[in-house]
């Protein structure tokens, strides 16, 4: 008898096509990553990545020029509206800490605000593959910003902790992290 051969993986289907019409650029497999795993249903983020439509078509246009029109995911969830405050507060601090300005950080910058909407680990928030390509993501797109993460940080409690100081808010009450109760919820592996 011989064995049923296994039916492709939809993800890397759908990430493999994308990368076939890549342009080469830093964030190209970060992006198909992330739309792969938007079509699957993977992930919290909200339609097109959380852009506008014109802006996410140049996105993709850009990064992905010879790409025929792709699906939408079949998995939306909507951007949380009652959260904007807070987004912006996180936009502003992600402008300020771009590598360079660039059509590029702006589309990052928003991407990572409507990943910070969702409940889970930023980096399976949007969908990525692994931590490291979040902290891939963070250097080559925030890089003042992703220095200053230097005890490796879960990214979403570090940029909001980075919020909360320029606010003049410590709520932790320990010393450093490192003797705080909490040191493991923030700097522990993510599963």
């Not at 771009?98 to 969702?118: H, R």
């Not at 220095?147 to 709520?171: A, P, S, T």
């Amino acid at each position: 008898m011989t064995a049923m051969p296994k039916p492709p993986n939809l993800l890397h289907t759908h990430y493999d096509h994308l990368m076939q019409h890549r342009r080469g650029e830093t964030n190209d497999h970060l992006l198909a990553t992330m739309y792969a795993s938007a079509l699957c249903g993977q992930g919290a983020m909200p339609l097109h990545l959380g852009l506008p439509l014109e802006i996410f078509h140049s996105m993709m246009e850009y990064h992905f020029p010879t790409l025929p029109p792709l699906p939408l995911p079949a998995h939306v969830l909507p951007l949380d509206f009652s959260r904007l405050t807070e987004l912006d507060d996180l936009r502003t601090l992600l402008q300020q800490h771009q590598s360079q300005p660039s059509p590029m950080a702006g589309w990052m910058t928003e991407i990572i605000c409507a990943g910070c909407t969702g409940n889970d680990h930023l980096w399976q928030d949007l969908g990525l593959w692994s931590r490291k390509d979040l902290s891939t993501l963070m250097h080559d797109n925030f890089r003042p910003l992703a220095e200053r993460n230097d005890k490796d940080m879960k990214w979403k409690k570090f940029l909001y902790k980075q919020l909360c100081i320029g606010e003049g808010i410590y709520i932790c009450r320990a010393p450093s992290c490192e003797v705080c109760v909490d040191y493991a919820a923030c700097f522990a592996p993510e599963a």
